[in-house]
């Protein structure tokens, strides 16, 4: 399952059939920006209030840390990338590349991070041999980033491949299942991005009986999703 949200709502994508459904609005606070799940569907969700750890199945959360102010681009990767014996949760603050505790909440940046000029619009999403991506800005670029996918260095936080711009911006929200990256944007919208040979295609997914107004900050899945579509394709990765 693919998970999305607004500011105090939990939503649900059913990746096979693109079904969405609301699972409920979160109990501990109403102004989360993003959500991480690790390979144990063990979710985390970050606002301007705190770190949290979260309910899957109903939206209810727990505060693990309301004293830091954390970024609003989050995700686990896979054990072995940062630790050996663990997955870690990472965060993009701008251009820099941080791991979060989640047990304390202290926030470390690591790494060398992305180019000057670039920086997340909204998030990250890892998958155990499926890649590390993000979206961003670079108004600076050529051709101009609002927004760009990055496959990016799960280690560092560096650029390793930029597919270019896709048509949509403010994605403040991604996640990944089968080969395909899910975006989720401040304006209500929800696409899939798929491979187009080496390169990548969007296609847009209707939300049914959308509540008026509807705007995402954040969207997370498991880095232990499938890594390929059933006819074995994905997006191209380095």
Known sequence: MVYGHSADTLYALDPVTKAVRRVGSFSCAFDITDLAIDGQGNAFIVGFSGFYRLDLTNAACTAINTVLTYPNSLSFVPKGTLDPNVEVLVAYSGR?????????????????????????????????DGGTFLTVKNMFSNPMCDDCLL???????????????IPYTNVYGIAYWGGAVYGFTQAGQLFEIGPNGTGIITRPITIPNAPPGLSFNGAGSSTAVPVFSRDGGGISID
């Open 96 to 128: 820099f590349y941080n791991r979060i505790n989640t047990t304390t909440g202290a926030m470390q940046q690591i790494g060398s991070g992305l180019p000057s000029g670039f920086e997340s619009s909204g998030d990250i999403v890892s998958v155990q």
């Open 151 to 165: 496959q990016v260095n799960p280690v560092t936080g560096g650029l390793i491949r930029n597919y270019g711009p």
